[in-house]
């Protein structure tokens, strides 16, 4: 990984896992093989996989943080706590950053002095078209905007004073939601990741749209 010891990172990766032995190494991969100069250190929060979830984390040289989690926001925020870097840098375990992925979004949280900030995604497939769109150009214009949770940039002394991502469905939805009434928020332009499709390839477009919105319901049901 891209810092030693010696180093106190600017940017800490929080990757929430649960039996993704199938996508984690390629996204370790992406992070490691940036061209930056910035320090950054590598988490990885699992969730008590049996898969070989956690040897890749090892293999790889990342720190790991081990136990059952209530859900994927435990996860982000168990890596949250220990993360030592200035921003944190949520991303999910099938989700692969561009090589400009840690400098490009930390120089434009820098330059709009932003407190947290996500980026234009890619996300294969004809099917996951409209997922993508809505993400990339409904998302930035709101006046909160949401920030995805697979690609989500926050000042770490930020996220600690705001006590990190609720315990509610479409936690990312709700935190994003929540920093943005007190907190400045915005994204970059650039395609910065690519996230997997495979929620849409299982259950289809309109069967994931359904699956989200009853988890939109029961997050306005639980604020």
């Known amino acids: ?20 032995a199938a996508h984690l190494d390629a996204t370790l991969e992406h992070i490691r093989l940036q061209p930056t100069a910035e320090p950054i250190e590598v988490i990885v929060a699992d969730a008590d996989s049996a898969d070989g979830t956690r040897s890749i984390a090892r293999d790889h040289g990342v720190q790991l943080v081990t136990g059952a989690t209530g859900g994927i926001w435990e996860g982000r925020n168990r890596g949250g706590a220990v993360a030592e870097g200035d921003w944190l840098a949520f991303v999910d375990a099938d989700t692969l950053v561009a090589p400009t992925h840690c400098d490009r979004l930390l120089a434009y949280a820098r330059e709009h002095d932003l407190d947290a900030a996500s980026s234009r995604c890619r996300i294969p497939g ?23 949770g ?23 939805t709700a935190y994003s939601r929540r920093l943005g009434r007190t907190h400045r928020t915005g994204y970059c332009p650039d395609v910065l990741v690519e996230t997997s499709p495979r929620r849409i390839e299982r259950d289809g477009l309109t069967g994931t749209a359904i699956h989200y919105l009853r988890l939109d ?6 604020s």
């Open 1 to 20: 990984m891209p810092t030693s010891s010696s180093d106190r990172p600017t940017v800490s990766y929080v990757i929430p896992t649960d039996e993704e």
């Open 126 to 148: 004809l099917r996951a078209t409209c997922m993508e769109a809505v993400i990339n150009h409904v998302f930035p214009r709101l006046r909160r905007p949401i920030l995805p």
């Open 150 to 172: 697979f690609n989500f940039l926050v000042r770490r002394d930020v996220f600690t004073a705001t006590g990190g991502f609720p315990a509610v469905p479409n936690e990312d």
């Open 217 to 222: 319901r029961e997050r306005l049901r639980s």
